[in-house]
């Protein structure tokens, strides 16, 4: 079972490729709302910031999902991305 360190890194890793990449796939846009779900159910994050980011990034997911153009997309959103991965650098990795 990953723990929500792990789910926060691998999100965050999503994110960053998509963003250096400016290319996805539907896939990649389901993880990243599985992950959110899951890191949301569990309730063990306490930070507010994240917490209230979350949704923004589950709801890139659900926009990614049903984008007729992935990259204009990811372009469109990559001010967001970046700020998200920061956020999540900086939370996650101390």
């Known amino acids: ?11 965050h890793d999503i994110l960053t490729e998509q963003s250096e990449d400016c290319c996805a796939d539907v ?15 569990k309730d063990s994050i306490s930070d507010e910031q994240l917490l209230a980011l979350l949704p923004q990034i589950y709801n890139y997911g659900i926009q990614g999902e049903q984008a007729q153009n992935l990259e204009e997309h990811i372009t469109t959103n990559k001010t967001n991305i970046d700020t998200w991965t920061d956020y999540i650098n900086t939370t996650n990795l101390q």
């Open 27 to 41: 896939n990649e846009y389901k993880q990243i709302k599985r992950i959110i779900q899951t890191l949301m159910a």
């Open 1 to 11: 079972m990953l723990t929500v360190n792990d789910q926060l890194m691998v999100l």
